[in-house]
């Protein structure tokens, strides 16, 4: 008996000794609320850790016992904590900004650097980084910035447009809180349309896409707006010579319910204006040409619970440009007058519901519903009139429109799971449906004279296709120098009867 209740007691303290608890939670800006992505978490003997996720959350599962944390942030001051792993632990992290940075000391060591990621050819840049760059106007241009790494192109002089490792502009993924946004620029090319004041994080993958991404085949660009400040409120207003930017954020319920918004808008066409009509007049004409475009950004998060949270964030913009021309003359006894009028008009908008939620202590569910637009018009209309004093019969009027509107639009619904069983496996896996309504053309022509008319609308007509795909990843460690990122992505796409797969296995590795 009692060499049985010797094996038993033996078997408890074994059993007790192999048992894994988790310590999770979310990491955030002590002064803002915002949730931090990145944060590095890790234990300071065995260098297992992990890293927070887009929403911030982070977790850790370890054998029962007690470990010294170090939690670490770029720009903030690290935190250092022990903690007792007996049970699940729920642990949120508010850091402090560190305003004064010593010396800086560059050390060689060989233990393991948390920040080391499997996936290669990727790069985050800060956004105050970006903001310190040179810039036109006082325009801060994010592709721009994007533009000056390694790998990337910028094609034309000016242009805002990437060329990454050879891909096209059109082959880029680039996501706005998850969105596609299908034209990225203003001003014909030459800005692109995200306003710096609205950004929080600007993420550039040239290679080796993790599954999660899909639907490009040159880069991915992914940019995420503030969340807004649930602590005070504060904004800034700035003039620069190309444009004028108002931007607001703060608590609507302290601690729980917060929003941002941001405005900007060219005054371009307030000088365009006088010197273009300068021009004409100096032709013998009368008119005035503009050019402006407008972006309106916002977004509003509200935190049901610590594991639950809701985010609504919407974008807009658009480019207008409109030119008028007219000329009134006399010869001998006929009067000539002639007006011509050029709109041009496009624009994005992208508004997005996401909510999350912390199922367990090791996993964690985003649901996405999103909408994308772009729309592209042009329309022009001429008349000519002459007009003869003495016969009447030689009197002729004619007057021409024309115009053309393409659009596309997009509604998706999207679930990601985070799933992190071990400090050596963090898992991402989930589903999305996406389904597509292309407008390729519709032209419209209406011509009228003394002598025929014209009244038609040729269109290609509406196009409506489907999109289902689905992906897993594991972001695996393999001993003490292996990284590897391992995954695939597959999707169905559908047009009318016809239905195409696609299977795309995923592969990266670092040592």
């Not at 094996?7 to 000794?17: G, K, N, P, R």
């Not at 030459?190 to 080796?208: R, T």
């Not at 449906?433 to 419209?444: D, E, L, M, Q, R």
Request: glycine letters at 8%.
């Amino acid at each position: 008996m009692k060499y049985l209740l010797f094996i038993t007691f033996i078997l408890i303290q074994s059993m007790s000794y192999s048992q894994k608890f988790t310590l999770s939670g979310f990491a955030r800006d002590a002064s803002s609320g915002e949730e931090l992505l990145g944060v590095s978490i890790y234990e300071n003997e065995t260098f297992k850790g992990t890293t927070s996720n887009a929403y911030g959350f982070y977790s850790i599962t370890l054998p029962n016992g007690t470990y010294n944390f170090v939690f670490s942030y770029i720009g903030f001051k690290t935190i250092t904590k022990q903690i007792v792993l007996d049970k699940n632990i729920d642990f949120n992290l508010d850091f402090q900004k560190d305003i004064n940075i010593g010396e800086v000391v560059v050390e060689a060591s060989k233990t393991e650097k948390i920040h080391e990621s499997s996936k290669t050819s990727t790069i985050s840049i800060p956004i105050e980084q970006i903001k310190a760059l040179p810039n036109i106007g006082g325009e801060v241009d994010i592709l721009k910035a994007i533009q000056l790494l390694p790998g990337v192109q910028s094609g034309s002089e000016g242009s805002s447009g990437l060329y990454v490792r050879g891909g096209g502009p059109d082959q880029n993924l680039i996501l706005l809180d998850g969105v596609p946004v299908y034209n990225a620029s203003h001003l014909f090319g030459f800005i692109s349309v995200f306003n710096a004041d609205a950004i929080s994080s600007v993420d550039l993958i040239k290679g080796g896409f993790p599954a999660r991404y899909g639907g490009r085949l040159s880069s991915v660009v992914d940019i995420k707006m503030k969340e807004g400040n649930n602590k005070k409120f504060h904004g800034n207003f700035n003039i620069g010579l190309l444009s004028a930017k108002l931007s607001l954020e703060g608590p609507i319920v302290k601690d729980k319910t917060s929003f941002m918004v941001s405005a900007r808008r060219t005054y371009l066409d307030l000088f365009m204006r006088p010197i273009s009509a300068a021009i004409i007049k100096g032709q013998g004409g009368d008119g005035s040409s503009g050019f402006q475009f407008t972006d309106f950004n916002a977004k509003v998060n509200h935190r049901i619970s610590d594991k639950s949270r809701v985010f609504l964030s919407f974008y807009y913009g658009d480019d207008a440009f409109d030119a008028t021309f007219k000329d009134d003359q006399d010869f001998e006894d006929t009067n000539y007058k002639s007006e011509q009028k050029s709109k041009l008009n496009d624009g994005n908008i992208t508004p997005a519901f996401r909510c999350n939620h912390q199922f367990s202590p090791k996993l964690f569910l985003n649901t996405s519903v999103t909408y994308s637009q772009y729309k592209f018009n042009i329309a022009q209309q001429f008349s000519d009139q002459a007009t003869n004093a003495t016969d009447t019969t030689q009197n002729y009027d004619e007057n021409f429109d024309y115009k053309y509107s393409s659009s596309i639009q997009d509604w998706a619904l999207k679930y990601d799971f985070d799933y992190l069983p071990h400090p050596n496996h963090y898992v991402k896996f989930g589903v999305n449906g996406i389904y597509h309504t292309f407008k390729p053309g519709v032209t419209a022509i209406k011509q009228a004279s003394n002598e025929s008319s014209i009244d038609t609308t040729i269109s290609d007509g509406n196009i409506n296709s489907g999109e289902i795909s689905a992906y897993i990843e594991d972001d695996l460690k393999l001993g003490s120098r292996i990284k590897v990122n391992i995954g695939a992505h597959a999707s169905i796409y559908y047009v009318g009867t016809k239905k195409y797969w696609s299977v795309q296995p995923r592969f990266s590795a670092n040592y």
